[in-house]
């Protein structure tokens, strides 16, 4: 295998090397349950789940962690303005996460972590940088990480440290990116803001034991999550570009101060998704969840338009900016709507049996080879996609001159499935016998001789009665069958 990531921390496209050959362990930042997911979040979580596809593709054995942040100021905000607990609060927004990553075929991850659950793992790293004097108490009652005490910090961002706006320490739990500075680690109870939201830790901070009540901060919490499932080492890290400062560079700085070993081999991210060429904002009314697309194409069904957004990520490198418009939705809700109608061609084509020709053969080795190919090249869906595009031009000219025997007909259609190992967008069930009322097959025999007797009136008063029982008649080169509406 010869697969090469683009590796965000130095820059430069480099051969994968698992730290184990027997096991990847990859890592994703999971949602943050406060709201209904947007079209941006998802992209995240389209691009880590072509990541985690490929490498099980290419043979690599991986686990995968997402961490859910279901403690966080928003949460915490919301949840009382809603007047629920917590708990309730992000399990509801968890689910409605779930429905969506569902809904577009991203497979979740084997191991899902609200981060409430790791609390304990986050107070033993936060005491052993208090310990190794990477972090401190300060005057407002937090703990703080102190940056300069570590010098790589800004490696992965390739930040100028000193060309950036510096202060003190900064207590939210995201701040401008413009900003450096020492950044909390464990944050003190603010009454007001937190209301009954808040855990209480113990702390020796030199030679005391002390009690710092609230809650983590947000860096801490995927630092955390690794350790406690995967150790302190990992095969790839990946997100939103957005995270990469201040989340992912806080994360290295905690994770390797705490382990002294490299947190991540890998770091890769997704490009910033627009629409309309423009940021997404509620204030620029372009904001767009998944059901608010579903909702503006009224007459496709849910699920083609799912996979039609699923597709045009696909068709966009993993890397650059994506630009989201309705006209590309339509387009790509047409190019899925084409592979459906493939597929039923070869449900209907019926060829006789017999052996699998060489030139056949090598013919679809030719895709395999050239589509591994494409995805080794940093996960390289929309170059892999022509591929896939070429070999639905060759089965319908096959079907067409009638030049396919049974076996290679399932020689395609085993292929296909090894794309959507990868693709996640064919609908198999298209290939599976569906039993037609006798009714309507009737129908369809004195339409079809009324058409070879060229009484078309008469042929045209059947497909009108056929259509009234939810049927639509589809005329080949093999001649006529009805679908389901």
């Known amino acids: 295998m010869s697969l090469s990531l683009q590796n965000t921390f130095t820059l430069t496209k480099e051969r994968f090397k698992p730290i184990r050959q027997e096991l990847v362990k990859v890592y994703y930042c999971g949602p943050t349950p406060y709201n209904f997911a947007h079209i941006g979040n998802l992209r995240a979580y389209l691009f880590s789940d072509s990541v985690v596809r490929t490498l099980r593709y290419l043979g690599y054995k991986v686990q995968t962690v997402m961490n859910v942040t279901d403690i966080d100021d928003k949460t915490i905000r919301d949840s009382q303005k809603e007047g629920v607990s917590l708990q309730e609060f992000t399990e509801k927004y968890t689910g409605l996460f779930l429905e969506d990553i569902k809904h577009l075929g991203i497979i979740p991850a084997d191991m899902i972590v609200p981060i409430s659950t790791a609390i304990d793992t986050m107070v033993e790293i936060i005491q052993k940088l208090l310990d190794k004097g990477y972090a401190y108490l300060a ?159 009224p007459n496709e069904k849910p699920e083609i338009v799912y996979r039609g957004f699923r597709l045009m990520n696909l068709q966009t490198r993993y890397r650059e900016s994506f630009n989201f418009t309705f006209d590309r939705l339509t387009a790509a809700i047409a190019t899925v709507k084409s592979f459906d109608e493939v597929l039923k061609r070869l449900k209907h084509y019926t060829p006789e049996s017999g052996k699998i020709f060489r030139d056949f053969r090598e013919k679809l080795q030719e895709y395999i080879q050239a589509y591994i190919e494409k995805l080794e090249d940093d996960i390289g869906t929309p170059e892999a996609l022509t591929i896939v595009f070429d070999c639905f031009g060759f089965i319908n000219s096959g079907i067409d001159s009638n030049s396919f025997s049974l076996e290679e007909k399932n020689a395609i259609i085993d292929l296909l499935h090894s794309f959507d190992e990868v693709l996640g967008l064919f609908d198999f069930s298209l290939l599976e016998s569906t039993e037609i009322p006798a009714e309507i097959e009737l129908l369809l025999m004195q339409r079809n001789k009324a058409k070879a007797q060229k009484n078309y009136s008469l042929a045209d008063s059947l497909r009108a009665q056929i259509g009234e029982g939810g049927y639509k008649i589809v005329d080949d080169k093999g001649g006529s069958h009805v679908e389901k509406v």
Request: charged share 25%; net charge negative.
């Open 139 to 297: 005057d407002d009652g937090s703990i703080y990480f102190s940056i300069k005490k570590f010098p790589k910090y800004g490696q992965l961002a390739h930040l100028d440290i000193k060309g950036m706006k510096s202060s003190v320490r900064i207590n939210n739990d995201e701040y401008e990116k413009e900003s450096v500075a020492d950044f909390a680690l464990w944050k003190a109870y603010d009454a007001e803001k937190d209301g009954p939201n808040f855990w209480g830790a113990k702390f020796i901070i030199d030679g005391k034991e002390i009690l710092v009540s609230w809650r983590p901060g947000w860096h801490i919490e995927c630092s955390a999550c690794n350790l406690k499932h995967f150790g302190p080492e990992i095969d790839i890290h990946m997100g939103g570009i957005d995270n990469i400062f201040p989340h992912h560079e806080n994360e290295i700085a905690q994770s390797e101060a705490y382990s002294g070993k490299k947190f991540a081999r890998y770091w890769m991210h997704s490009g910033h998704l627009l629409v309309e060429n423009k940021k997404m904002a509620k204030s620029a009314g372009n904001f767009y969840t998944l059901a608010d697309i579903v909702a503006k194409m």
